[in-house]
Each structure stands twice: as C-alpha cells, then as structure tokens.
Nanobody, 121 residues
C-alpha cells in the first residue's frame, strides 16, 4: 500500500538548478529518515542527502553547500533543492524513506522508481 512518487527531474544546464520532490502515499504510522540516493552509469548507488524526523541532515561531501534537503511532515513530502549543478551530478535519483506502516511492527525502507537528472551545456 505504501508508494513514493517523485517529480522534478529533467535536463538542466551546467550551473543551473533543479528541485526534486517525493510524496509518500499509503497507510502509514510513522515516517522516520527520508532521503535521496543517486546512481550514475557504471557506478554504485550512493547517498546524496537525508533528513531525520527531528530535522538533522546529512550530505555527501560532493554536494555540501550546493544541495539542500527538506521535509514537510504534514504533506508526507521530502524535497531537495540542487544548485550549481555539475555534469558529475548526472544520475538517476531515488527517493527513500524509512516507514512504519499502520499494520506492522517493522520499520522498512521504501523507494521511489527513480528520476533522471542530466546536467550538460
């Protein structure tokens, strides 16, 4: 019943900006840490940024000072503003959330389907 729906990916020029958003739908008890991962062609998936239920944030060194993650608990949404984009930011970006469903005692990770971000001149 739980699903994550992403939006905001696309093609952007070097130095430009994009905002990714992810909305969680379903029968949910609690949402804990939410975040964004990415996977470039031929590389391992990596954490880009995440944000805890208390608002603590973590960023990959490569995006510190350029990306900002935020969440809106009333809307079950996590977003990430990406600025000063570089070609090496090109990847498929995946939304992630740790969720306790209304009908389970277990916290598990859920993933969006991924959205392509391409940065070029």
């Amino acid at each position: 019943q739980v699903q994550l729906v992403e939006s905001g990916g696309g093609l952007v020029q070097i130095g430009g900006s994009l905002r990714l958003s992810c909305v969680v739908f379903g029968s949910i008890c609690s949402i804990y840490t939410m975040g964004w991962y990415r996977q470039a062609t031929g590389k391992q998936r990596e954490l880009v940024a995440n944000i805890s239920s208390g608002g603590s944030t973590k960023y990959a060194d490569s995006v510190k000072g350029r990306f900002t993650i935020s969440r809106d608990n009333a809307k079950n949404t996590v977003s990430m503003e990406m600025n000063s984009l570089k070609p090496e930011d090109t990847a498929v970006y995946y939304c992630n959330a740790a969720i306790r469903g209304i009908d389970t005692r277990t916290v598990r990770l859920y993933w969006g389907q991924g959205t392509q971000v391409t940065v070029s001149l």
